[in-house]
């Protein structure tokens, strides 16, 4: 079992920068994937990045791609999120997850919230305009 923080969230003005991190303890000792979701009152989560155990797989949502970056250190038992030029439509509450990470899945198979087991108590993230 894998426990996961979130930390780093906070209000900035659209196109400043955030770095979230995503710090895990517990059982680490297995090889496990790691993702990035959002989510707003009302709506559903929404899949932001995932990363392979050994980084060598990155998968981005539409409404990401090309501003945010996902890194890990498994040293450090630690996630990043990287986020640039943020908007107004980015802002939600950002949550970490793992799971356990099997090689014959591709990785779009991680775009999915419900193939993750342990999740983060999420970090709040507020775009002003």
């Known amino acids: 079992q894998v426990q996961l923080e979130e930390s780093g969230g906070g209000l900035v003005q659209a196109g400043a920068s955030l770095r979230l991190s995503c710090a895990a303890s517990g059982r680490t000792t297995s090889r496990y994937v790691m993702g990035w979701f959002r989510q707003v009152p009302g709506q559903a989560r929404e899949f932001v990045a995932t990363?392979?155990?050994?980084?060598?797989?990155?998968l981005y949502g539409d409404a990401v791609e090309g501003r945010f970056i996902i890194s890990r250190d498994n040293a450090k038992n630690t996630m990043y999120l990287q986020m640039n030029s943020l908007q107004a439509e980015d802002a939600g509450v950002y949550y970490c997850?793992?799971?356990?990470?099997?090689?014959?899945?591709?990785?779009?198979?991680?775009?999915?919230?419900?193939?993750?087991?342990?999740w983060g108590q999420g970090t709040q993230v507020t775009v002003s305009s």
């Open positions: 997850a793992a799971g356990s990470e099997a090689l014959y899945h591709d990785v779009s198979h991680y775009s999915k919230p419900g193939v993750y087991e342990n």
């Open positions: 990363i392979s155990w050994s980084s060598d797989y990155t």
